[in-house]
Structures are given as structure tokens and as C-alpha cells.
């Protein structure tokens, strides 16, 4: 069968298409940036990658016609902007093409959407559902309340407010309702939807089988993790300070744990379970499925992560738009050292950042990263994926992998952090050296006041770090530049 699958690059999208390709399935995956698409060697072969914006009417045409099924997998979790307008234009574009190929259905994977009053994030899912509904084609919807899986959203979010909060001071609605579902369960039933004339022109919600309020599901956490932890309620916190709280202590954006808070006051529990019977699956309870991330995550399993999605650090970038470092009208730390071993430098550069560290100066990138964030940035919180694989689209720290060649020792890194201009930081193995290049292009005066207020640190941060990763002794080869 041919299955086209939007947001391969996603959280759900890199999980699902394996398993369609072990089924048997030709997949066509669409992305909008082909580079941060990275696959198994072992499945390439039996993929199809096409670009394309959803957004762009024009560039739906390269789908092939000949497609089977579809799978919708796109949203957004913004709460900035027009983005409702944008989910909405995405989904007409999509319908139009479908309805010219021969697909027989789509299948879109949403969110709960069953009290009247909804969140901006929860109502727009639905907005989609109706226009996703109107077309030559049958509809299967699969509507997920919380999805616990390693490196997703909620999952990454709870575990940060346990492991870092002994006792936790938290807005009342902790005590809304939940059906947290294992991501795992959430791949079966996608799977298992595809061509079930049973689940056609309609929509199911899917979830496991505890019903829990955040705060149980808290709880929960702690309890599989060893922790003691206690939980005060408190009926003052408005949303706005909600969203701080979810900011400063977890690895969220602002914009992100603004839609979070606006979600988490709905209740999302499931009007029944029918679709378990129609697909023959029994969903895993919370803490099975919270065992089953932390299994993955001790294994360096992580297939995905939330925080590799551009909606972690609010800035929607083109990789394409980046890659090419520029030099005129920019400032310039360039650095050289020898490689004492080759093979160690250029695994010491693949590790750098997360729990890691950047090996020299530690203390003081995270003082960066506490900066950035009480001008709403994104810090540090973000860390890594893997400890010791980087693909391009990766986040790292408060960067962006934008290349990633470790044949070659070639990583380039783009800057997400905020700051008055751009800026990159690249490895690049030349001979038997390491050549080390911190780039900033300055916007405005406020950029070189910036740039030069720092400059001070860059002597000893910059040639510390090279100098731990290659254990050489650095070379000063550019320091101001233009």
C-alpha cells in the first residue's frame, strides 16, 4: 500500500514510519526541509521524501496521485500569531490535493475535543477536523489527550517539575481530569486505523485506562521514580503566572507553556473506549507507560523528541537559510588547535552540550542560559536528545544543529538564544587540526555593544573549550573580524 505521511519529521511522524515500512507500506514522507530529515539507512529504500509547504497551495502538486492512505500529523502548539488561521489554510490546501489523487482515506491524529468551551490550541484541532471532513475521501480522526512517551512534551514536562521540585506549590488545575495514553499505544492505534472500513467517517478517542488528575499523575511520576514529593494546591495562581511557573521550571517555551496551561484547564477524558474493541488493542496504564520511556530513555532508545520541533524555541527557521555562514559585516572568534587523537576529538565535539557540558566555563554558560531565559529565551533547559549523536535539526542547549558530519568532523550550530543579531558556532576538522569559529552577525549598534561587552569572556571560554576537546593548544587565527 502507499501512504503519504505529513510531519515525518515530527515527534509522532519519526515514530510511526518505521512501523509502517515494517508492515509493508511504501511511504511518502513530506517535509518542508529535506536536510533535517534524518533515517535509518535499513529503510531508506523503501521511502519516497518529498518537499513541500502546506501553506503553499503549488508545492502540494509534487504528491504523487497514486497514494492509498494518508496520515495528517501536523499542528502547532503556538499561541502567538495567526497560527488557527494557518492550521485552517494548511488543512483546505491538503483536502484540495487529496481530492485529486486516489487516496481513500486520511487519517488525522488530533486532540479531545469534547466540552464546549476549549482552549485556542484545542479548539483550532477541531477547526481542522471539520475542514479535514469535507473531502472526497473517508476520515478517520484519533483524538489523544496526553501522550506519554520518551521525549515527549508532557512526559519531558512532568518529569522536570518532579525530579527538580521536592514540594511543589501548584495552580488548581492540577486537579482537572486526564487520560494519558502511552505513545506506543498511540503508534498501534494509528497503524492499525489504516484501511479499517470500521473506522471510517468517523472520530475516537484514545487513551489508556486510568483516569488522573494532573496532580495524581504527578504523583504517579514520583512513585515509579523512588521520589518523595508533595503537591499544594493554590486557587490564586492566574494563567499567566501559571505559564511562568511551567516556564522557568521545565524545558518549555513561554508560548508553549501558555497553550499548555489553556489545555490542562479542559478536562480530557474519554466519552468511551470503543475504538480498543474495533482495533483489538488494550492500552497500557500510566506508570506501565511511564516504565516504558524511562526503559527507552536508559537505552539511548529516544527515536524523537518534542524539543527538536522548532515550536520548543518559537522560531521557525529554513535550515537552507542558515547553513551558509556569512562574513560580511560580522564578528568573528576563529580558533585552531592540533588534534592530539582524531577520532576522540571529534567524538568529544558530537557529546558537547546537554549534561555534558561545553568543557570549559561551565558555570558561565549557565549563566548565559539563565539570562537568556528571564528575557524569554529558551536557556539551557532543552539539553540533548542523545548524548552522543547529532543530526541535522537536532536542538542543542539554546542551539540549532544546522550540519552534522561526523566522517568529515563538520558540526554547525545556529544560535536560538536571544540576542541583538545572529549567530553560529562551527567544528570544522581541517588536516590535523580542529578549527573552531564563532560567528556574529551584530543588528544594529546594540549588536556590537553586545558582542564586545562579551568579548572579554570569549578569550578564555573559547580557547578553554577547544583546547579540552582537542588537547592541543589553541591558535588565535581571527578575533574581532570586520
Not at 232 to 240: A, D, H, K, N, S
Request: aromatic letters at 10%; hydrophobic letters at 40%; charged letters at 25%.
Amino acid at each position: 500500500m502507499k501512504v503519504l505521511l505529513t510531519g515525518a519529521t515530527g515527534y509522532i511522524g519519526k515514530r510511526l514510519l518505521p512501523v509502517l515500512v515494517q508492515a509493508g507500506h511504501q511511504v511518502v514522507c513530506t517535509v518542508r526541509d529535506e536536510r533535517r530529515f534524518n533515517v535509518p539507512e535499513s529503510i531508506r529504500e523503501r521511502i519516497e521524501v518529498i518537499e513541500l509547504d502546506l501553506l503553499v497551495a503549488e508545492t502540494l502538486e509534487r504528491i504523487p496521485g497514486d497514494i492509498d492512505a494518508a496520515y495528517y500529523l501536523v499542528h502547532s502548539m503556538s499561541s502567538t500569531g495567526d497560527y488557527r488561521e494557518l492550521e485552517a489554510q494548511s488543512a483546505h490546501n491538503f483536502r484540495a490535493r487529496m481530492n485529486d489523487t486516489e487516496v481513500q482515506q486520511v487519517i488525522y491524529l488530533s486532540g479531545m475535543v469534547n466540552q464546549d468551551e476549549l482552549s485556542k490550541h484545542l479548539a483550532s484541532r477541531k477547526q481542522v477536523e471539520g475542514i479535514l471532513g469535507e473531502g472526497d475521501y473517508h476520515l478517520t480522526t484519533l483524538r489523544a489527550g496526553i501522550i506519554i512517551g520518551s521525549g515527549s512534551a508532557s512526559f519531558e514536562i512532568i518529569r522536570d517539575l518532579v525530579e527538580k521540585l521536592p514540594i511543589m506549590v501548584a495552580p488548581k488545575w492540577l486537579n482537572t481530569r486526564c487520560q494519558p495514553i502511552g505513545v506506543r499505544d498511540v503508534l498501534q492505534c494509528l497503524e492499525k486505523s489504516l484501511h479499517c472500513k470500521e473506522t471510517y467517517d468517523q472520530n475516537f478517542d484514545i487513551g489508556g485506562p486510568d483516569v488522573l488528575t494532573y496532580r495524581e499523575m504527578l504523583l504517579g511520576f514520583a512513585r515509579v521514580r523512588g521520589l518523595r514529593r508533595s503537591i499544594l494546591t493554590v486557587p490564586v495562581m492566574t494563567p499567566r503566572l501559571s505559564s511562568y511557573w511551567l516556564y522557568f521550571v521545565t524545558s518549555t517555551s513561554y508560548n508553549l507553556a501558555t497553550s499548555l496551561v489553556n489545555s490542562m484547564k479542559v478536562e480530557v477524558v474519554c466519552r468511551d473506549r470503543r475504538i480498543n474493541g474495533i482495533l483489538h488493542i488494550e492500552p497500557a496504564g500510566y506508570e506501565a507507560s511511564l516504565r516504558r520511556a524511562f526503559k527507552k530513555i536508559e537505552n539511548n532508545g529516544i527515536v524523537s523528541s518534542w524539543k527538536d520541533a522548532y515550536i520548543s524555541s518559537g522560531i521557525n527557521i529554513n535550515i537552507a537559510d542558515f547553513i551558509k555562514v556569512p562574513e560580511y559585516g560580522c564578528l568573528i572568534d576563529k580558533r585552531s588547535a592540533e588534534m592530539q587523537d582524531r577520532t576522540k576529538t571529534i567524538n568529544r565535539v558530537w557529546s558537547i552540550g546537554g549534561e555534558n557540558g561545553w568543557y570549559y566555563g561551565d558555570w558561565l554558560w549557565q549563566i548565559r542560559g539563565y539570562l537568556d531565559k528571564l528575557v524569554g529565551g529558551i536557556g539551557l533547559r532543552r539539553g540533548r536528545t542523545l548524548p552522543n549523536e547529532i543530526n541535522a535539526g537536532d536542538s542543542l542547549d539554546f542551539w540549532r544543529v544546522l550540519y552534522a558530519d561526523k566522517k568529515r568532523g563538520h558540526l554547525l550550530l545556529y544560535a536560538e538564544m536571544k540576542l541583538p543579531g545572529e549567530a553560529w558556532l562551527e567544528f570544522k576538522v581541517q588536516d590535523d587540526r580542529l578549527v573552531q569559529t564563532a560567528t556574529f552577525r551584530p543588528l544594529g549598534l546594540w549588536g556590537r555593544l553586545y558582542w564586545y561587552g562579551v568579548l572579554p569572556f570569549h578569550g578564555f571560554i573559547f580557547k578553554g573549550m577547544l583546547k579540552a576537546i582537542t588537547g592541543g593548544e589553541p591558535e588565535v587565527l581571527r578575533e574581532k573580524g570586520v
